[in-house]
């Protein structure tokens, strides 16, 4: 047991229980988890050799625990960085997935791009002799990274995402959503979404003279959602009907908004809380202001009435959408 031991990676990953429970600890690792030491077993270079995962292992750790390195060992790792293009992608997909999770993930992230490993997660050996090595991570100020995680974690589970194909986008911006798709082995659902953020990202300049700033914060809220119907109405203007019954779901439109507005903008706003309000007419209301009337046109009328109540705020009432189309 003290050989297989000294093959691990770090003193906090050395312990072992025998059959009664008794906790076996060779290299003092209880006392560093204590201390929340991050202590490499060994030579810190042969261990990194033995497996480059391991340094993406060390930027995880580094999360939570204290460490001692010097310029000279950042200079060794940065150096051997670039071998990680050989690992899997379900190896590094699963080490991504649970630094994501670490409840200081900026410090993880800030270690990556101290170490350069920023520049070098989205290739893997079949396209790392195409392209050249790109700038890295595109922010170097993680709170929006911190919001997500704390506001929408449950709207990611809901809507079958994960945080790599959520915050993966924020980190290497909207050009690199083909290596990031690569990379994580995303999924069509996960696909189909990151492709949406990007189709959103593109009309960003058609709404830079949004104001929120002095609004209060359910006129903020309103502004929002008028927005995300504009966007529904340029993104899809060939589909008809009440915005609940579309395929994109609200919350995506809630992940394209942190793209963009700045995060200062919206972080006081409960963006995540949100809902759409419930329209006040339903089908019949409709049929029976009309003596004669099609599927087709039914449906092009629910569009006109939501279209007159969004742009109303979502105040007209039953009576004023009903009058509003007697008169279009």
């Not at 049929?287 to 629910?302: A, C, D, M, R």
């Amino acid at each position: 047991m003290s050989e297989d031991v000294k093959r691990r990676d770090f003193t906090i990953n050395s312990l072992y229980l025998d059959t009664q429970g008794n906790l076996i600890d060779f290299l003092n690792g209880k006392n560093d988890i204590n201390k929340r030491n991050l202590t490499f077993i060994g030579n810190p270079i042969k261990r990194i050799e033995e497996d480059y995962l391991r340094i993406i292992r060390f930027c995880r750790f580094s999360g939570n625990f204290y460490h001692n390195i010097s310029d000279n060992f950042i200079k060794e790792i940065v150096s051997r960085v670039p071998n990680i293009v050989n690992l899997s992608n379900m190896r590094i997909r699963k080490e991504i997935e649970k630094i994501l999770l670490v409840k200081n993930c900026h410090k993880c992230l800030q270690m990556m791009t101290k170490l350069s490993l920023d520049k070098y997660i989205l290739m893997n050996k079949n396209n790392y002799i195409k392209l050249n090595i790109h700038d890295g991570f595109v922010i170097d100020n993680y709170k929006i990274i911190d919001f997500i995680k704390l506001n929408a974690t449950t709207v990611i589970q809901n809507e079958k995402l994960d945080l790599i194909s959520v915050l993966m986008i924020h980190l290497y911006g909207e050009s690199n959503i083909e290596m990031i798709i690569d990379r994580f082995d995303l999924n069509k659902r996960k696909i189909k979404f990151l492709h949406f953020l990007r189709q959103i990202i593109n009309l960003k300049n058609n709404f830079k003279n949004i104001f929120l700033d002095k609004l209060e914060v359910r006129e903020k809220q309103i502004k929002l959602l008028q927005l995300i119907w504009k966007l529904r109405c340029i993104i899809t203007p060939k589909k008809l009907g009440l915005f609940e019954k579309d395929r994109i779901p609200l919350s995506w439109y809630k992940f394209a908004l942190l793209h963009l507005f700045s995060f200062e903008k919206i972080k006081d706003i409960d963006l995540f809380q949100i809902k759409w309000p419930i329209f006040p007419l339903d089908k019949e209301d409709i049929v029976k202001s009309k003596k004669s009337i099609t599927n087709n046109q039914i449906e092009k009328l629910f569009f006109q009435a939501e279209d007159f109540w969004v742009n109303n705020n979502f105040k007209s009432s039953p009576k004023e959408i009903l009058n509003f189309l007697e008169k279009s």
